[in-house]
């Protein structure tokens, strides 16, 4: 399926048993239309795994040239947890954050997880996601 996340009347409703969604929310400029439209395409019981950046995109020579501007926002786990808890319910999402200060600053260099070790990389620091991911199930009563 080719189309706008956000807006897709031509996927009919309760149609797909889960939904992955990577490292897309960023890029977008209506996140909140999107989760709703997934929650919409899901059958009741339907699934979303989601995963995106807890911090903006590498700056690389590429961003330079105008990737880095296609970048809308970056959400927090918080954040993450709000809009997807709106749409899907409170006790059907749940957000995981992962990372650390080190595997924030090894993703902005470009750094390979191998070149820094997985033990520094496996510590959660809060206040340093640098991935977020989220489970929601789609209730199976309206």
């Known amino acids: 399926i080719v189309g706008d996340l956000s ?26 239309a999107a989760i709703r439209e997934l ?7 339907g699934v979303l795994l989601s995963v995106h950046n807890g911090v903006p995109g590498r700056l690389t020579q590429l961003d330079c040239e105008g990737e880095f501007e296609r970048e809308f926002l970056t959400l927090s786990p918080h954040g993450t947890r709000t809009l997807f808890e709106e ?6 999402v749940t957000v995981e954050e992962w990372g650390n200060v080190i595997a924030c600053l090894a993703f902005l260099r470009g750094v390979a997880a191998e070149e820094v070790g ?19 199930t789609k209730g199976t009563t309206l």
């Open 87 to 92: 749409v899907f319910g409170p006790n059907n």
């Open 118 to 136: 997985e033990r520094r990389l496996l510590v959660k620091d809060p206040y340093f996601p640098q991935t977020i991911t989220v489970r929601a």
């Open 39 to 45: 929650y919409r395409v899901l059958c009741p019981g």
């Open 7 to 32: 807006d897709m009347p031509h996927v009919p409703s309760d149609t797909y048993d889960c939904a992955i969604v990577t490292r897309v929310f960023q890029y977008m400029r209506d996140v909140p």
